[in-house]
């Protein structure tokens, strides 16, 4: 009925106060206060002259970027900013990249906000609606547009591609592997445990190189199939794997009880799993489901072996540019991409522990 | 043995009454180690049974044999005339005619209250949600806590939540209500609200078979008292008889030790 909510208590202290309280309330925690500040002191204000005092920030080639004390060459950055986020993909057909982003954005934006309404049919959306619409739009072939080869596509664009392609299907797979770990039936349990222990026990590089250069040589003459294809594939089975065995993790954590109250209401083995026990135990490992999200998202650099550029492949591929050939060029395009995935890794984590917070409050165990 | 469970089910006006559980020679093994032996049993329709013991002796696995939570290795089991096999089918149309309550509720705690009550009706029976949330607000009533209908189970008390699941379970109108130890996680001031529940229940005449230790709740409302001990059923009587005149050595000790204080 009413419901009385305390708010946390919160002592109004002043600021020296405070530092006194947490920042030297004994002589160890002086001295790493002291030492934190020693470190903050050596890199921030060395960082921020190279990043923006130092720094050239316009300019149309090298000779903008080649001061005695020269730091940052951001031209490099602004100039090939086209090529980084799209690759070598038409530069009239962009707006086709631009189109898919902001499709997956509206559908992404509103899943991820608990208070906005028709959950379902927006999920409906983004792995129904959205997966066939981004193809057709970026592939092309179809509806008036023209082809354009997975050849071309490259930069932050392929990296989201590939990316976002392993996040949204590893996740199921992983799911049905970690049950099928657990299945009573001894032929799915040793698929299931063949297939994890394979794909954790090599490494994503080698995937990767079968993948684009072995698979073809076992397929018959003439058969190929699209290289960038090949590398979602790799991709999704290895982090697949990788996702099992933590959603296994959190199905050990339900106790059998559940699945057992499950049973005596007459549910069937997939509504219960699917209803009371996969609900339960991804809540359990968030924080590992989001790290393995993270680990693929930075692996998503790896493309680059096969010969796909992705957003560092496309920084990587620029430096040979003779144009920007300055000593600061690499430094700056790394500290580019370093910046760009950390962005959205940190996002994840951020939104990962937004998640947790909530399902916390919601009064569930 | 078949003398007394014949003659204990014919008291009280269930002679005219069919069977609704038959139990015929059943036997369970976990590895070498036979929980249940030879267990014969019937129960008609809406008759209450305690079943009591020590623990260990294979009270919760026979019921637990009932719904096939547990499979029997051997003799039989009947629901309705349905005998229980590896048949899925079969099994599933025995559950939705079968509710339990478990020791430790069970209840889903990432669900409302009101969620865990309409979930089964809704995926199982194909109710409308509206249909299944108005049956769920009337069980709610009767086991009187509808003002918790959107709380989490994890708010609640524990004997609110085992009237929850006892709710849940009616959900679905079963014929037949297995309780297993459903008092035993509780705090000793929330037994008695469990307990009231427990006894409308059993007024409404819905066949019941409870493992508990609440001898006064078998005396209320038991049709029979089934004492179980090392896996078999040592006797089975109308409680008046059982209470005062226990025939077996092992139901006197038990009786002695559980009715001392």
Not at chain 1, 176 to 198: D, H, M, T
Not at chain 1, 276 to 298: D, E, M, S, W, Y
Not at chain 2, 24 to 41: A, E, H, R
């Amino acid at each position: 009925m009413t419901q009385l909510t305390l708010a946390p208590v919160r002592r109004r202290i002043s600021a020296i106060a405070w530092v006194r309280e947490n920042l030297f309330s004994s002589p160890f925690n002086t001295v790493l206060t002291l030492a934190a500040l020693y470190l903050i002191w050596l890199v921030v204000p060395a960082l921020l002259d190279w990043a923006v005092f130092r720094a050239t920030f316009t300019g149309l080639d090298r000779k903008a970027c080649l001061g005695a004390d020269q730091g940052a060459c951001w031209p490099f950055i602004t100039h090939n900013l086209g090529q980084f986020i799209y690759g070598h993909y038409p530069e009239e057909e962009r707006w086709r990249v631009n189109t898919t982003f902001v499709l997956g954005i509206a559908g992404l934006v509103p899943l991820m906000i608990p208070r906005v309404p028709w959950k379902r049919l927006n999920a409906l959306y983004m792995l129904g609606f959205f997966p066939l619409a981004a193809f057709v739009l970026l592939s092309g072939g179809r509806s008036g547009l023209s082809p354009v080869d997975t050849a071309y596509w490259g930069g932050f664009m392929l990296t989201l591609v590939v990316a976002v392609t392993g996040i949204v299907l590893s996740l199921p797979l992983g799911i049905v592997l970690a049950l099928g770990r657990r299945s009573r039936l001894p032929l799915i349990r040793l698929f299931s445990v063949i297939y994890i222990e394979f794909w954790r026990g090599v490494p994503l590089v080698t995937v990767l190189f079968m993948a684009s250069v072995m698979l073809p040589l076992f397929l018959p003459q003439g058969v190929t199939f699209d290289k960038l294809l090949r590398c979602l594939i790799g991709v999704t089975l290895f982090s697949a794997a990788y996702m099992a065995e933590v959603v296994r993790g959190g199905l050990q954590a339900i106790p059998r009880g559940q699945q057992e109250a499950a049973s005596a209401l007459g549910l069937g083995y997939w509504q219960s799993m699917w209803f009371i026990v996969i609900p339960q135990a991804l809540r359990h490992v968030i924080p590992g489901i989001v790290n393995t999200f993270i680990g693929l998202f930075k692996d998503t650099t790896l493309v680059l072996v096969v010969g796909l550029f992705d957003l560092f492949g496309m920084v990587q591929f620029q430096l040979s540019d003779a144009r920007w050939s300055t000593p600061q060029t690499p430094t700056t395009g790394y500290a580019f991409v370093a910046f760009v995935f950390w962005v959205c890794c940190f996002g994840m984590s951020r939104y990962s522990m937004s998640i947790e917070k909530r399902l916390k409050q919601g009064g569930s165990k | 043995m078949m003398d007394s469970l014949e003659k204990a089910s014919s008291v009280r006006d269930l002679a005219t009454a069919r069977a609704k559980i038959e139990i015929d020679g059943m036997s369970k093994w976990y590895g070498t180690f036979q929980v249940l032996k030879d267990i014969n049993l019937n129960v008609l329709e809406g008759e209450r049974i305690v079943i009591a013991g020590p623990s260990g002796s294979g009270k919760s696995t026979l019921i637990r044999c009932i719904n096939r939570l547990e499979t029997h290795d051997a003799g039989r089991i009947a629901i309705d005339g349905v005998e229980l096999t590896d048949d899925l089918r079969r099994v599933d149309v025995v559950r939705r005619e079968v509710g339990m309550v478990f020791q430790q509720f069970n209840l889903f705690p990432h669900m409302t209250v009101l969620e865990n009550l309409t979930l089964a009706p809704v995926l199982v029976r194909k109710m409308p949600e509206a249909e299944a949330r108005d049956v769920a607000m009337q069980y709610l009533e009767r086991v009187r806590i509808p003002e918790q209908a959107n709380k989490y189970p994890g708010q609640l008390s524990g004997g609110q939540q085992q009237r929850v699941a006892i709710a849940r379970a009616l959900c679905m109108n079963p014929h037949v209500m297995l309780f297993d130890e459903p008092t035993s996680a509780l705090d000793p001031e929330m037994i008695k609200e469990v307990l009231d529940v427990m006894i409308g229940l059993a007024e409404s005449g819905m066949t019941m078979l409870c493992v508990t230790h609440e001898m006064g709740f078998a005396r209320q409302v038991a049709d029979r008292v089934v004492f179980m001990d090392g896996g078999e059923i040592i006797e089975a009587d109308v409680p008046e008889e059982f209470f005062a005149h226990p025939r077996n050595d092992r139901t006197r000790a038990f009786l002695q030790q559980i009715l001392s204080h």
